[in-house]
């Protein structure tokens, strides 16, 4: 992690990289989706995502004095901040949409908070993403039900994915110590305390779909820290290459 | 620069960015989609304010690029467009002639909500743009452009693009 960053630029860096990460991930599905349908609404939401990581970036860039840019394709891996969760593999369809599902309610939670923020660029970033992300979890909702509950073997590989990226989730609900002048500030909010109220709802989708939440300890993740599961290694090394390649290129 | 010019200026602006029409659904223009929140003049420059309808819009760079080439040919002064979130966009922007314009072009305009509980929005009914039948069924949440959902027409059988609420 970069010594010189401050809290905020820490926060934004975290949330604009959660956005990037996830969002070159469902890039990835586009020609591989399951039906052409799928295909378009995973690289919709891709797109959406990319869109608000940009946002992100740009406020992060002017404190920084850097551009959206060099943030995105030339930090290391160290210094990318997102959670273990999004740059876990895309895995089959059911993967995808346990992973979107998860991101999807905290990012919810977080969104609605941060409308309310102290930061007036902030709340605005939120108030304009958390009409995407509303869709994004109806979608994603919709897709664990209809999979969970649906044939035979859909609801196997919904259950596999839910069981191996529950111990993810744990981390997305952790508040970082770098942070604490910002809660206090109201700059963002206590981000533990956003997790009891969706559970509850989390919940309540998971036995409509017919599906076990499976009770298992969280993962001791350290994305927001900068350590990362071998995964992001190899995300950054394609979504970088052409600046590492062709330094300063432009389109 | 005295005032009379400013007026004259911004009414030669709004009139050329109605001619700028969204890259993806051309029938409408960026003025009918309620995408310019402001135009200001100032010693020969000339600031638009523009409201991007989905953060990752891929007809965004297009639309900015217009806008200059547009205003640039037009007036021959510098042309800055600023893009503003707040407040965010909304499809509540969109003009009456532009929601005329998207129905004849075949794309049912946005319908307003139903319902929303908790995370389950449901649209108010949507009618067929073809044939104006109530009886229509989503068949997917997303389409081809980030604004739009894929619906299909029980009546005439017809599929169809909606343009979401937003």
């Given at each position: 992690?970069?010594?010189?960053?401050?809290?905020?630029?820490?926060?934004?860096?975290?949330?604009?990289?959660?956005?990037?990460?996830?969002?070159?991930?469902?890039?990835?599905?586009?020609?591989?989706?399951?039906?052409?349908?799928?295909?378009?609404?995973?690289?919709?939401?891709?797109?959406?995502?990319?869109?608000?990581?940009?946002?992100?970036?740009?406020?992060?860039?002017?404190?920084?004095?850097?551009?959206?840019?060099?943030?995105?394709?030339?930090?290391?891996?160290?210094?990318?901040?997102?959670?273990?969760?999004?740059?876990?593999?895309?895995?089959?369809?059911?993967?995808?949409?346990?992973?979107?599902?998860?991101?999807?309610?905290?990012?919810?939670?977080?969104?609605?908070?941060?409308?309310?923020?102290?930061?007036?660029?902030?709340?605005?970033?939120?108030?304009?993403?958390?009409?995407?992300?509303?869709?994004?979890?109806?979608?994603?909702?919709?897709?664990?039900?209809?999979?969970?509950?649906?044939?035979?073997?859909?609801?196997?590989?919904?259950?596999?994915?839910?069981?191996?990226?529950?111990?993810?989730?744990?981390?997305?609900?952790?508040?970082?110590?770098?942070?604490?002048?910002?809660?206090?500030?109201?700059?963002?909010?206590?981000?533990?305390?956003?997790?009891?109220?969706?559970?509850?709802?989390?919940?309540?989708?998971?036995?409509?779909?017919?599906?076990?939440?499976?009770?298992?300890?969280?993962?001791?993740?350290?994305?927001?820290?900068?350590?990362?599961?071998?995964?992001?290694?190899?995300?950054?090394?394609?979504?970088?290459?052409?600046?590492?390649?062709?330094?300063?290129?432009?389109? | 620069?005295?005032?009379?010019?400013?007026?004259?200026?911004?009414?030669?602006i709004?009139?050329?960015?109605?001619?700028?029409?969204?890259?993806?659904?051309?029938?409408?223009?960026?003025?009918?989609?309620?995408?310019?929140?402001?135009?200001?003049v100032?010693?020969?420059q000339v600031i638009v304010?523009?409201?991007?309808?989905?953060?990752?819009?891929?007809?965004?760079?297009?639309?900015r690029?217009?806008i200059r080439a547009v205003l640039e040919q037009a007036l021959r002064k510098n042309v800055e467009v600023?893009?503003?979130?707040?407040?965010?966009?909304?499809?509540?922007?969109?003009?009456?002639?532009?929601?005329?314009?998207?129905?004849?072009?075949?794309?049912?305009?946005?319908?307003?909500?139903?319902?929303?509980?908790?995370?389950?929005?449901?649209?108010?009914?949507?009618?067929?743009?073809?044939?104006?039948?109530?009886?229509?069924?989503?068949?997917?949440?997303?389409?081809?452009?980030?604004?739009?959902?894929?619906?299909?027409?029980?009546?005439?059988?017809?599929?169809?693009?909606?343009?979401?609420?937003?």
């Open positions: 992690m970069d010594e010189q960053w401050q809290p905020l630029d820490h926060f934004l860096l975290m949330r604009g990289d959660d956005c990037l990460i996830l969002g070159h991930r469902l890039s990835e599905w586009c020609g591989h989706g399951p039906i052409l349908e799928q295909d378009m609404a995973l690289t919709n939401i891709s797109l959406d995502l990319i869109g608000q990581a940009r946002l992100y970036y740009q406020l992060a860039g002017e404190r920084l004095g850097r551009s959206e840019d060099q943030l995105a394709y030339l930090r290391n891996e160290r210094n990318y901040l997102n959670a273990w969760l999004v740059e876990q593999p895309n895995g089959d369809f059911a993967h995808t949409i346990v992973r979107q599902f998860f991101f999807d309610w905290y990012e919810n939670a977080l969104l609605e908070a941060l409308e309310r923020s102290k930061n007036d660029r902030l709340a605005a970033i939120a108030a304009k993403s958390l009409k995407e992300a509303r869709y994004h979890r109806q979608y994603s909702c919709e897709w664990v039900i209809r999979l969970g509950d649906g044939t035979e073997e859909s609801h196997r590989r919904m259950q596999a994915a839910l069981d191996r990226l529950t111990p993810y989730v744990g981390e997305l609900y952790q508040n970082h110590a770098f942070h604490a002048s910002l809660i206090d500030d109201q700059v963002i909010p206590d981000i533990a305390g956003l997790w009891s109220p969706i559970e509850q709802q989390m919940v309540e989708v998971i036995r409509e779909s017919t599906l076990t939440f499976p009770v298992m300890p969280s993962l001791p993740a350290r994305g927001r820290e900068g350590i990362h599961t071998e995964h992001l290694g190899f995300v950054l090394t394609e979504l970088q290459y052409m600046q590492r390649a062709y330094p300063g290129s432009t389109w | 620069m005295n005032k009379t010019s400013i007026g004259n200026d911004e009414k030669v709004w009139q050329q960015l109605a001619t700028i029409p969204d890259p993806e659904i051309p029938v409408v223009s960026i003025v009918d989609l309620g995408m310019i929140r402001g135009i200001t100032d010693n020969g304010q523009l409201a991007p309808t989905y953060n990752g819009c891929p007809a965004l760079e297009v639309i690029m217009q600023q893009l503003i979130i707040d407040p965010p966009w909304t499809t509540d922007w969109i003009s009456k002639e532009g929601l005329h314009k998207l129905k004849e072009y075949g794309i049912a305009p946005p319908a307003g909500r139903k319902s929303t509980t908790g995370w389950r929005d449901e649209a108010a009914n949507v009618s067929c743009p073809h044939c104006g039948s109530d009886s229509t069924e989503l068949i997917s949440q997303f389409g081809s452009t980030p604004c739009k959902a894929l619906y299909r027409c029980t009546e005439c059988l017809e599929p169809f693009d909606y343009f979401k609420c937003h």
